[in-house]
């Protein structure tokens, strides 16, 4: 199904590429946003849906000293965050805390709570740990992955660990396992990796896939997702990994970042070059049908596509479901556009939402 966007937007000043979903903020609805301004002081924004749904709010916006290229939100403070930055030479990575109090009338300084200083290379991406109050977290760059251990109060980061991928091989990103804590996939140029963090070593592979995205289904405890380098869509089981046991269109040009819903394990979005957001049911009852021992079954082709967002008018980077509202998502589009759906109108009947 195509269609436009009767969605809610709200405009950023400059370009951008990242948007994360505030899970901490249990009262309401809301997301953060960061610029990717060369020649500009760069910009945070802090977005809450409106209490009748129907308004997006800026609640806070923050100054941002540098390009900002990954954004994520701590999963049990709403007021910290980490961003992946670039200073046109060089890249780092920091983990920031919003002040109190703040608003949208001025623009806000951050305060630096610790710097992720232990890369030389590019950085890609920071993973906060899934579970509980856990103050782990993970910096990827395009050679190795760091462990970290945070504290907050005393302002400081400490690396517990931190192991090269391999010469032959170049990280672009990854995903931290939600079922099993000790557990982080990496994607590579034609590979996907999966390390243990307890020893730091990589247990097992997938090789000859070129993934751009990777997600966990965190209701299905041996499913993720990856979006293709170039167009499709792939879900895997971890027990039968030679091939994906179902594969989905994706989009007509690069697909980007590939989603899992946080509830609902049947939902999967995906952003794409091709200026669109889509929207797939993914149903177990179709990867049933597939087995180990049949590659043409299992790598079956499927068009599940429940609805397609397309009014863009550039490419899509930017995706997040709702932790608190999980039929609701952001998108962002490069040229700054941050658009909240949802998904309800676009489910089948026999499909409800609580």
């Keep these: 199904m195509q269609g436009g966007s009767s969605g809610i937007g709200y405009g950023l000043k400059y370009q951008a590429r990242c948007i994360s979903d505030v899970k901490a903020d249990t009262d309401h609805t809301s997301f953060l946003t960061g610029t990717l301004s060369l020649k500009e002081e760069n910009e945070v924004h802090l977005l809450r849906l409106s209490s ?3 308004e997006l709010v800026c609640e806070g916006l923050f100054s941002h000293p540098n390009e900002i290229w990954d954004l ?31 608003g949208q009338s001025n623009s806000s300084t951050l305060e630096c709570v610790a710097s992720l200083d232990a890369h030389v290379g590019k950085i890609n991406c920071v993973l906060w740990c899934p579970s509980g109050k856990s103050d782990k977290l993970i910096s990827m760059d395009e050679q190795k992955l760091v462990l970290w251990s945070l504290d907050c109060s005393k302002k400081s980061a400490e690396v517990l660990s931190k192991e090269s991928a391999g010469m032959r091989h170049s990280l672009t990103g990854g995903a931290w396992n939600p079922h099993n804590v000790n557990s982080v996939a990496a994607t590579c140029e034609s590979s996907i990796q999966f390390w243990d ?5 990589k247990v097992n592979s997938i090789e000859r896939v070129h993934v751009r995205s990777v997600d966990y289904n965190t209701k299905r405890e041996h499913i993720f997702v990856t979006a293709d380098d170039e167009s499709g869509i792939h879900v895997w089981d971890l027990r039968k990994a030679k091939v994906p046991v179902l594969e989905l269109p994706g989009h007509t040009h690069w697909t980007w970042v590939v989603r899992c819903n946080p509830e609902y394990e049947e939902l999967i979005l995906s952003v794409g070059t091709d200026s669109a957001v ?10 049933k049908k597939t087995s180990e021992s049949s590659v043409e079954v299992s790598r079956q082709r499927v068009n ?24 609701i998502f952001a998108s962002l589009s490069y040229d700054g556009r941050v658009v909240i759906e949802s998904v309800k109108p676009f489910l089948p009947r026999r499909y409800v939402l609580i």
């Design 72 to 102: 994520a939100s701590c999963p049990f403070d709403q007021r910290i965050f980490s961003t992946v930055f670039s200073t046109g030479d060089s890249f780092g990575a920091a983990i920031w805390q919003i002040p109190e109090p703040y």
């Design 197 to 201: 963090l307890r020893t730091m070593e």
């Design 304 to 327: 599940p596509l429940l609805n397609s967002y397309t009014d863009y008018e550039d490419s899509v980077y930017g995706l997040a479901w709702s932790s608190r509202e999980p039929w």
């Design 52 to 54: 009748g749904g129907s």
């Design 278 to 287: 889509n929207l797939w049911f993914a149903s177990a009852s179709s990867e």
